[in-house]
């Protein structure tokens, strides 16, 4: 059994910040996504276990940073230096492959999403 519970999101105004939180039962992988309206649900970053290595899209690279508590059983996606265009549902995801975290498709368990808006 895999519960996931995001936290964190919110309305920012472009150039601000936000850090979300996901609560996870269970030892997995764990990764982030995101969907806008009328969009493809994409992939944005993702974390071992250790926390030793990280997977991040080009295009939030140098500007959000995924970390990982395992003794509060959470991983935290701080979001820097915000764009209009990252505005999206973010979804928590979590897996028993690494690999499986990059896509979408081969994902296995997934959060209910928390809403980020960014304001021009």
């Known amino acids: 059994q895999v519960q996931l519970v995001e936290s964190g999101g919110g309305l920012v105004q472009a150039g601000g910040s936000l850090r979300l939180s996901c609560a996870a039962s269970?030892?997995?992988?764990m990764g982030w996504f995101r969907q806008a309206p009328g969009k493809e649900r994409e992939f944005v970053a993702a974390?071992?276990?250790?926390?030793?290595?990280?997977n991040y899209a080009d295009s939030v690279k140098g500007r959000f940073t995924m970390s990982r508590d395992n003794a509060k059983n959470t991983v935290y996606l701080q979001m820097n230096s915000l764009k209009p265009e990252d505005t999206a549902v973010y979804y928590c995801?979590?897996?028993?492959?690494?690999?499986?975290?990059?896509?979408?498709?081969?994902?296995?368990?997934w959060g209910k999403g928390t809403l980020v808006t960014v304001s021009s």
């Open positions: 995801a979590a897996d028993n492959s690494y690999r499986d975290l990059w896509s979408s498709a081969s994902v296995d368990y």
């Open positions: 269970g030892r997995y992988f």
């Open positions: 974390i071992t276990w250790s926390g030793a290595s990280t």
